[in-house]
């Protein structure tokens, strides 16, 4: 497992314990993050991962993440809000962000109604602007979409799995809700 | 070279260019062409008139120019699905002939593969097919030239075993032999004994090995003598 | 128009050109020099009057403009050195570089000055170029006199063709062609019609396995238990250079491999020896290009297309050339889709035909097997005053390009159907294109054509109008359920569809991976309507696409294995940002965990989901699933793997020379079942997007080889 997973896992424990005494609760939400969009100039660039959880409890958002391994340092984050899953937008809210090449991430906020429903619909994304990657193109990104089982390396998953759209065009055309 | 650029120039006027045009070739596909008809005598006069380019190349008597013509331009017609069947086994049957390698065995093997069509039909049979299932295939490598013995290339084999084709002797005794594989042996001009050979060649039976420093030792088969012997073709 | 606006236009035009007067930085000389090196290196994917195809971008006009009017002389510079020559970027020199983008700033309009242009000269672009094309760039520049392997074509070569490949296309250095080995095969079963509808189990006749294109073998000694035993056998190094996506072929115990350079081997199925080569020739056209996903056997003879757009047949007894035929009189006309025979017929696609203006369009095509001459053409565009010709917003025919076949189709005997999937309209933007928001049949679709006559059945557009490059080409998989006869294909797009064969009726579709280009779908039809900023879409916007031209799916097969009903999918999990003029940027798909690679399983019957796996590379083979209930696949990071098809558990896997590529198949010869598989570099997006992606994940550029697997003996 890489170290992001480890971290997704026991920041979970810590914070979610009573959470996972049932089913993944609708207001917990998970990204891992990756480089923003590169080609074969940026590719060296743009190094670095990380990841990040979200929970929503009422109205307010907690976030805490990590990053290692930027080309460098950081220097700054936000919550940024789409169109769509996978379509970038503009910041909303500011994250407090390490302004180094590895470090933290964490935010609290009192979401608007509209930021809490894009949030449910997968329109929200974290982004790490860094001395090597600055605005508006960033450094990494990452969705935020509702905490789920991961097929990881190697581990084949039975049954459904998870996809960010659900059943998607399917469940719309078959008149059901994803 | 005037062939390739010929090849070249068809090509390029977007013209099949075939290196060799094979009139098996030629009467298959007009065969294939045949399938347009579903009646089943006019389909078999198609397939005979199909046959013209292999009976043309072996300076064959022509097919009936009725059935030539019919191979050029099939009528279409509905075949039922029992003579769709038929015909098909006919054309297996004949694609089957490319097994065979002279262009007069894959003309008979042609007319024969037609005996499901004319049993249907209540004719007298063709010559039939033997329906022996093809031998396995035989995989070579390119053939190797046989060198075992000639000088200029590494030796790979140790002997050879195989009968006398012929045997002579020159002035001075000394024996040259032609083994039925091929090779020729020349004994060694020095070498210390003299074979005295009266019999059909053929009844000698020979073994040769490969003796110390690149020499080679020729023995008969029931006499003790191991003669010194160069390979000489 | 009024007056004022007259003379604004007027004055704007004016100062366009007062702008594109200014000198610009780099020298008469420079630009000489790059016009040379460009005809040498550019010029066989960006073509002569540098218009570009695919994903050769254009580099003049008002689409290059559009892209780079406000970046940088500099910006320009570092993207080209980082990034070309497609497959050795950052090759060239410096001064070759800079000479490059001299050559291409004044075919934009941009006038020479006195500086020399270095590196550090940050110019805007649109201070110095307009995007005027200059009349000698517009009717394409000559090609540069190279050593070629074997004459040029004739015709418009300066339009359309390219030199050979310089020294830097890959480490294949062939060079000389013709039949280097002539083989002496006896006692050759001819292959019959009756054996490819029924092929004999061990044997590998079609190169996605049946003619229904199942990619299965009912081959069982090997199963899932013990599998882990399987041993190499034997290893054949092919040509290297171009792109390695090849099927081998098994009859009789002899092999027929297609190599790269358009080199065709008969290899002892059993040992490995070789027994006949033909390099027919010649050498790919450009970089790390020219797969070959197809050869046939029929009769007595091995048929393959060229690259070059020509197709052949050779004895298969002996390797000897016994007729070509061209496809195409257009030259720079491709082949990568291969072959198909179907009872006396040779059935082939088409590509390289995406130009405009669109000389004779793009077509399949079929020819009679004993003699090479052509039989029925299908057009896949449909022209002014056809049936569905009022599909391309009234554009003139010679601008309907594209609908290209790069895989090759599937046929249904007892209906006399094949079927065969086409790419999208050129360009890929609508914006581009002219098309509006016509649906440009039969671009994107399944079309299926009566096979003796080549005419249209049905067709079935999956992405109308499509925009992203996301096109719906690959394998069609017939697949019977009862009396049901359907057709199952996968696109780009990730969409898993179902169709009645008959009629090409829809009956089901499933999402795949994340998708964000398509909003909604027809309840009825199952026809998709693209996201509204898609059908919005400006030649200056960047537009998200999940997934990007890697797919989803691409031209890695699937299979299906008959006795679970599974379709089991190799699929890709990547996004772009896409400008009007096909520039790309990349980044990883949503949800993914960045794993770019999923191999999925659906039942067929109802497309539920099964199992389902992620990894970092992305699988570059297409799948092979076995009676022994095993699913092999091989992957970007040199591993070849088998899964248990119920689980998609890993039960064995093996670390290859380079980068997994292909389409393996399973045989058997002495009553021992062997598994095959190709290694492989070069094609497009599939190769190209890990490239760049994947920074961690490292595989040498050489070692395209055959690797032959089996069990020990007593197993």
């Known amino acids: 497992m890489s170290w992001w997973g480890k971290y997704l896992v026991s920041f979970q424990l810590i914070v979610a314990a009573p959470a996972l005494a049932a089913a993944a609760a609708p207001g917990s939400f998970e990204t891992v993050l990756g480089p923003t969009p590169i080609n074969h100039a940026t590719s060296a660039v743009l190094t670095g991962e990380g990841a990040a959880v979200a929970t ?44 180094a090449m590895n470090g933290t991430i964490t935010g609290t906020f009192k979401l608007t109604r509209p930021q809490a429903a894009a949030l449910r619909a997968g ?43 659900g059943e998607g065009l399917r469940a719309a055309r078959k008149g059901k809700s994803s | 070279m005037l062939r390739s650029c010929v090849c070249l120039l068809l090509v390029l006027a977007a013209v099949p260019c075939l290196a060799q045009i094979r009139p098996r070739d030629a009467v298959m596909s007009a065969s294939y062409r045949c399938s347009a008809i579903g009646a089943p005598r006019q389909w078999l006069d198609c397939y005979y008139g199909a046959a013209q380019p292999a009976r043309s190349a072996l300076g064959l008597p022509p097919a009936p120019q009725a059935q030539v013509q019919l191979s050029l331009s099939p009528p279409a017609s509905e075949a039922n699905p029992h003579i769709a069947q038929v015909r098909e086994a006919v054309m297996a049957a004949a694609l089957r002939c490319y097994a065979g390698e ?30 022996v299932p093809p031998p396995a295939p035989i995989l070579q490598a390119p053939p190797q030239p046989d060198r075992f013995g000639l000088k200029e290339l590494p030796v790979t084999r140790d002997h050879v075993a195989t009968h006398m084709a012929s045997y002579s002797f020159d002035r001075n005794h000394i024996f040259t032999v032609t083994l039925t594989n091929g090779q020729t042996w020349r004994q060694v001009s020095g070498d210390t004994h003299t074979a005295h050979w009266t019999r059909p060649a053929s009844t000698y039976t020979v073994k040769i090995t490969r003796g110390s420093f690149s020499s080679y030792n020729f023995q008969v088969e029931g006499s003790p003598e191991i003669y010194k012997v160069d390979r000489v073709g | 128009m009024s007056l004022m606006a007259l003379l604004a236009a007027s004055a704007g035009l004016f100062a366009r050109a007062g702008m594109a007067q200014a000198p610009a930085p780099f020298t008469a000389l420079q630009a000489e020099a790059g016009r040379t090196a460009y005809a040498a290196n550019c010029m066989s994917c960006h073509q002569a009057n540098l218009a570009g195809e695919g994903d050769a971008l254009p580099l003049a006009g008002k ?28 090759s060239l020199d410096a001064k070759t570089y800079a000479s490059l983008v001299a050559f291409i700033l004044q075919s934009n309009g941009a006038k020479p000055g006195a500086t020399e242009f270095t590196p550090a000269s940050a ?44 020294a830097d296309n890959g480490a294949g250095m062939i060079r000389s062609f013709g039949q280097t080995v002539v083989g002496s095969i006896k006692n050759y079963e001819p292959v019959t019609d009756a054996m490819l509808t029924n092929p004999p189990e061990g044997e590998w006749l079609v190169g996605r396995g ?78 790390n290009y020219g797969g070959m996903r197809s050869i046939a056997v029929w009769g007595d003879k091995v048929y393959f297309a060229g690259n070059d757009a020509v ?26 889709s291969g072959v198909l025979a179907v009872r006396g017929k040779i059935i082939t696609g088409l590509t390289g035909c995406g130009r405009i203006p669109a000389k004779d369009h793009c077509y399949i095509s079929a020819y009679d097997a004993q003699t090479g001459k052509q039989i029925w053409k299908f057009v896949t565009v449909a022209l002014t005053g056809q049936p569905n010709g009022d599909s391309w917003g009234g554009l003139p025919d010679e601008k309907r390009a594209g609908a290209e076949t790069w895989i090759q189709g599937a046929f249904d005997p007892a209906l006399n159907l094949t079927y065969w999937g086409t790419a999208q309209a050129k360009p890929w933007r609508r914006d581009l294109r002219g098309s509006g928001n016509g649906a440009t049949d039969y671009a994107n679709s399944t079309v299926a054509l009566d096979a003796d006559t080549g005419k249209l059945k049905w067709f079935y557009n999956h992405a109308p109008g499509e925009s992203l490059d996301l096109d719906e080409v690959f394998e069609r998989i017939l697949i019977d359920h009862g009396d049901a006869k359907t057709v199952m294909t996968i696109g780009k797009a990730g969409i898993l569809w179902k169709l009645d064969r008959n009629t090409g009726k829809f009956i089901d579709s499933r999402e795949t991976v994340y998708q964000n280009v398509m909003a909604s779908q027809n309840p009825v039809t199952g026809e998709p309507v693209y996201r509204k900023t898609i059908r919005d879409q400006k030649v200056d916007q960047w537009l998200s696409s999940c997934p990007g031209p890697e797919g989803g799916h691409d031209w890695q097969a699937a299979s299906y294995h008959q006795p679970t009903d599974a379709l089991i999918i190799p699929l890709s999990q990547s996004c772009v940002m896409m400008l009007g003029n096909g520039s790309q940027t990349y980044f990883e798909m949503p949800g993914t965990e960045r794993n770019m690679g999923r191999l999925s399983a659906y039942r067929t019957s109802d497309l539920k989901p099964l199992w389902s796996l992620q990894q970092r590379s992305p699988f570059l083979t297409g799948v092979l699933s076995t009676g022994g209930n095993l699913a092999f696949v091989g992957d970007y990071d040199r591993r070849f793997r088998a899964v248990d098809v119920k689980t998609g558990k890993t039960l064995w896997s093996v670390r290859l020379g380079t980068t997994v590529q292909g389409y393996p198949i399973a045989f058997r010869i002495d009553g021992k079942q062997y598994v095959a598989v190709t290694t492989g570099l070069g094609g497009g997006s599939p190769q190209d997007k890990p490239m760049t992606m994947l920074q961690k994940v490292h595989r040498p550029n050489n070692g395209q080889a055959l690797y032959v697997f089996a069990l020990p003996d007593g197993k």
């Open chain 3, 210 to 287: 049946n003619y229904a294109n199942w990619s299965y073998s009912t081959l069982n000694q090997i199963d899932t238990a013990n599998v882990h035993d399987l041993q190499l056998q034997w290893v054949w190094a092919m040509n290297e250079g171009g792109a390695n996506e090849t099927a081998p072929l098994v009859h009789n115990g002899i092999m027929f491999l297609g190599n790269t350079y358009n080199t065709i081997q008969a290899l002892d199925a059993k040992t490995g020896e070789l027994l006949w080569e033909n390099r027919v020739g010649p050498a790919p056209s450009r970089p």
């Open chain 1, 56 to 99: 929503l409890s009422g109205d307010t958002l907690q976030i805490s993440g990590a990053f290692e391994g930027l080309s460098g340092p950081a220097t700054d984050a936000h919550i940024m809000m789409g169109e769509d899953i996978g379509i970038p937008g503009d910041p909303i809210l500011d994250l407090a962000t390490s302004t």
């Open chain 3, 311 to 336: 197709l052949h047949a050779l004895d298969a007894k002996t390797g000897k050339l016994v007729w070509s035929t061209p496809l195409s009189e257009v030259p720079g006309h491709n082949n990568t």
């Open chain 3, 123 to 166: 110019v805007k672009i649109s201070t110095i170029a307009s995007g005027s094309v200059p009349p000698d760039i517009q009717r394409g520049i000559k090609p540069a006199q190279a050593a070629t392997a074997r004459p040029a074509r004739g015709g418009n070569a300066a339009d359309y063709g390219g030199p050979p490949p310089n």
């Open chain 1, 123 to 165: 329109r929200l994304y974290i982004q790490v602007n860094s001395q090597k990657g600055p605005a508006p193109g960033g450094h990494l990104w990452g969705w935020l979409l509702p905490e789920h089982i991961k097929a990881g390396q190697d581990e084949p998953q039975t049954g459904d799995w998870f996809l960010p759209q």
């Open chain 3, 63 to 90: 689409t290059f403009v559009a892209a780079w009017s406000n970046r940088t002389t500099a910006e320009l510079y570092n993207t080209i050195r980082s990034s070309m020559p497609y497959g050795n970027p950052g």
């Open chain 2, 102 to 131: 002279s262009d007069r065995a894959w003309l008979d093997c042609y007319y024969a593969s037609a005996a499901p069509m004319r049993g249907e039909l209540g004719l007298a049979p063709g010559p039939q097919l033997a329906s």
